[in-house]
């Protein structure tokens, strides 16, 4: 389920493709939450949570701030936005570089679905360690599957029983959705709709096929 974090008046989701959060309108961001395809958090899953500042029962003097106007730039925020970008840039490349490609696929399905996103992530990390990384995924020995995955198999020339590397199949759908939302005008970055969803299996189903 997607997440929204408020922030002020501004509204931010976050994506999974690019391991960090965007603007999202208002109007859309309540909509989602209201239909029940978002949910609305006071932080994401992948981000440190907000320490919580002591108060001190002491004499509180209260400073009266004046309106700032809105074509006023807030330097601070601006700042702060920035950091935010470099430290999801570096979160994102220790991830793509040290954990994922390490990550069975029922961790990775464990990390989406999880309740606690931070005693997972623990859990993965003292495995890959544990193990030194060396575990690959296993294609389930199955009559049905995803057909997303199933596409990937194909592609792939993969049987039940082969080894794989996770971020393989995670990568190889980042690819295809990039070149999908491209070909119906869209952003790299936009949100599919469901009806668009089933859209890009079938376009998978094309490529594949070729």
Known sequence: MMEIKQKGNRYYYYSWEQMRSFPIKKSEAIEKIANGEAKLVEYFMMEAAPEVEEVVAEEVIVVEEKEVKSNVIDFQAKKEEKQQREDMKKAKEIFNQ??????????????????????????????????????????????????RFALFMQDNQLNPGDDY???????????HSAAFKKSIGKHYLDILTPNEQDKFTDYLVEVVGE
């Open 98 to 147: 040290e954990i994922l490609p390490y990550m069975t696929s029922a961790e990775v399905n464990g990390l989406f679905y999880a309740d606690n996103f931070k005693e997972e992530m623990f859990r993965v990390m003292i495995r890959i360690k544990r193990t030194g990384g060396k575990i690959l995924s296993l294609v389930p020995k199955r009559n049905k599957y995803q057909p």
């Open 165 to 175: 590397k996770t971020y393989e199949y995670i990568r190889w759908i980042d690819r």
